[in-house]
């Protein structure tokens, strides 16, 4: 009688944890949020079955790059059932070994820039076919400021906030921002998140994608274990979410779930307009539909009219 008793405790107190953490709009915590409508949903092939992690548009187009491929930056292109990764730029590592490249951006010239997770750096993509470190490695001064605490947890998304100046995600225990031009870096580890109450029990606030307005005055970022694309503001140095979208419905849509969704798969994300982007890693993971079928996932969607 006492187990039966203890188990209805537990079982109470799950179910109280589960209803404090209903999607809510930043600053209500009681609406539902905004959902994200589907445009459009590919499976993603490419040369083998890789792993797309960061997306960036220009002039239009897509591309890529893939946390197992040390040395392609692939370009996303449209056919009529399917896109395909098609190597766009080949060019040598700056390091030896994996590089686990977890992000894609391109500055004010068109010249790509990614940021590996193995180095914590952001190189940058040469005209002759090599690749250069910019940046320090942010891990020694990032530990200092909280971040980099767990393995596996570091550098995920990046993208541009200017000339030579950039902004990094660092993807959990804790979460932050990792701003660095040539003068100064700055970390961020305190920001503001009304949306946190849309994270499902038993999963931690992290980030995945970043991307920035053309002026850098305006951060989207994936917060990838509650589904959502979040803006960020920033005001006096200091970051806040003032809105969400959420993609979960598209994400565990039976047409396209994958087996495996513990940790959220979303990690590629371009904003243009009302237009969103996402690309999906499973991890090489079948569907949930066909588990035969272990092809990644490009998400065309559209935030939806606020009238």
């Known amino acids: 009688m006492r187990s039966m008793h203890l188990l209805q405790a537990i079982l109470l107190v799950i179910f109280l944890t589960a209803g404090g953490c209903r999607p809510g709009l930043p600053g209500s915590g009681k609406e539902p949020l905004n959902e994200l409508e589907l445009v459009r949903a590919w499976p993603v092939e490419g040369p083998g079955l890789l792993e797309p992690s960061g997306l960036v548009m220009r002039n239009g187009r897509l591309f890529t790059v893939a946390d197992k491929v040390n040395d392609t930056v692939f370009r996303v292109q449209f056919e009529e059932e399917v896109v395909r990764l098609v190597p766009y730029l080949r060019f040598t590592p700056p390091a030896s070994g994996a590089m686990d490249w977890e992000g894609i951006a391109l500055d004010d010239k068109g010249t790509f820039h990614l940021v590996s997770e193995a180095h914590a750096r952001l190189a940058r993509i040469n005209l002759d076919g090599t690749a250069t470190w910019v940046s320090p490695d942010f891990r020694e001064e990032g530990r200092k400021a909280g971040l980099f605490q767990k393995r596996n947890a570091g550098l995920e998304g990046i993208t541009s906030l200017g000339p030579g100046h950039w902004m990094a995600a660092v993807e959990r225990e804790p979460r932050g921002l990792i701003e660095w031009n040539e003068e100064e870096t700055r970390f961020t580890t305190e920001i503001e998140s009304p949306s946190m109450a849309a994270l499902p029990l038993l999963r931690l606030p992290d980030f995945a994608g970043l991307d920035a307005s053309a002026d850098g005055r305006l951060l989207h970022a994936l917060f990838r274990n509650a589904h959502l694309v979040v803006q960020l503001e920033t005001d006096s140095g200091k970051w806040r979410e003032t809105t969400a979208w959420s993609y979960r419905a598209l994400?565990?849509?039976?047409?396209?779930?994958?087996?495996?969704?513990?940790?959220?798969?979303?990690e590629g994300l371009v904003?243009?307009?009302?237009?969103?982007?996402?690309?999906?890693?499973?991890n090489r993971g079948g569907?949930?539909?066909?588990?035969?079928?272990?092809?990644?996932?490009?998400?065309?969607?559209?935030?939806p009219d606020r009238d």
């Open 287 to 303: 569907r949930q539909a066909d588990p035969s079928d272990r092809r990644p996932l490009l998400l065309h969607a559209r935030i």
């Open 271 to 282: 904003v243009d307009g009302r237009e969103v982007f996402l690309i999906l890693d499973n």
């Open 251 to 266: 994400e565990t849509d039976p047409r396209w779930a994958f087996q495996a969704q513990l940790h959220g798969q979303a």
